[in-house]
């Protein structure tokens, strides 16, 4: 390295964002995903050892995958070289595998390669590392937000580790906002700057796991703030809500109102109201509600609500739920928006909850343990001696694949649990029970 590239690089290194300049170089300055770096973990103890296989590392932005490739470069004895899908070719790649030969065959030492957003390479460009991979001249640690599974080679999968990163603890980010603040060597320390509680929360509750959205935000308001009479910069909730550009809704994701407006949300639905529904859909969003979560809570009100009435609106809802989580936001909205739209329009029918709830009764309040001996299996040892099977009727033999017989017990004979109503697809439903019961009875 000449000295015009050192004072490049020392001058880069200043003046990088906050969140580049805070990025750990050792495991015990990582905050969060203690589910896969805690002491008792298998990948702390892989990087602590300098026994690394290849990883792939999974999650949402600003959850800490490049971070933990970057702790890897500093702890490891390995060779390490990192490129970006996005911009990087074949040829990239084929210098990397060259140099990796070299030092393995020369200097004994492996070469790990970090390719972030390794979703971006195409098939053949992932197929090319495979040999390298599956023989070991290359360590591979792959970071993507996408679905490995999805959009990975199912061979580099198979010859790696998925670690899924979750998305970041309030308390985790506040943590990190803090040190930002405090930290005169890589922080904005030097600033002599302070932040109040209620800005403090807001910026850690808007990140939403992302602590790069909200290390960018307090930089960005400690470096545009004048300072104070008492020579301070004051980040307060005002200040904060500016650097993020979004007002402080009054939304608690673990108190009352979220709760209260998951329930107007649910009963808007309900009540076929898809203004409304859309209108608390959008708090939700804003206040950086789970979409997962609300995907769960739009499946639970197409099979509770609407039901048989529309039996597509739960594979609607049951679509969006996949699609959010393959997406992420800001997509996911539009996908939360149709689903929730299309259950709210969409006829209503209780029927079927009704009927689970009063046939659990039953079989929470009364011993009931016949069931006809006909509808027995008849297949395991014994059971045709015991005369299991014996008298049943095969519907689909008879006209209309219907034919009068009794499915349940004695004791409950003429008990009506399911009781169908008038309201769309159920009706057609209802309709033709009644007319193959009938037909059956000539």
Known sequence: MDLFEYMRETKLEKESPLASRLRPTKLEEVVGQGHIIGKDKLLYRA???????SLIFYGPPGTGKTTLAMVIANT?????????????GKKDMEEVVEQAKQSLGMYGKKTILFIDEIHRFNKGQQDYLLPYVEDGTIILIGATTENPYFEVNSALISRSIVFELKPLEMEDIQNLILRAVQDEEKGLGAYNATIDKEALEFLADMANGDARSALNAIELGILTTDRSED???????????ECIQKRALRYDKSGDNHYDTISAFIKSMRGSDPDAAIYY????LHAGESITFIARRIMICAAEDVSNADPNALVVATQAAQAVE?????????????A???????????SAIMAIDAAMKVVNEEKISTIPPYLKDAHYGGAAKLGHGIGYQYAH??????????????????????????????KTMKEHLKRIREEAEE
Do not use: W
């Open 231 to 241: 020579g301070k910069i004051h980040i307060t909730l005002d200040i904060a809500m």
């Open 340 to 350: 929730a739209s299309y259950v709210a329009c969409a006829p209503k029918s209780n």
């Open 47 to 53: 990087i602590k050892a300098d026994k690394l296989s």
């Open 397 to 426: 033999s008879f006209k209309n694949h219907y034919v009068k017989q009794q499915y349940l017990p004695d004791e409950l004979v003429g008990r009506t649990f399911y009781e169908i109503s008038e309201q769309g697809y159920e």
């Open 281 to 284: 859909l959008a708090r939700m």
């Open 76 to 88: 490891t004895s390995s060779l390490f070289t990192q490129i970006n899908a996005t911009s990087a």
């Open 326 to 338: 393959r997406l992420g936001m800001p997509e996911a909205r539009i996908v939360l928006a149709q």
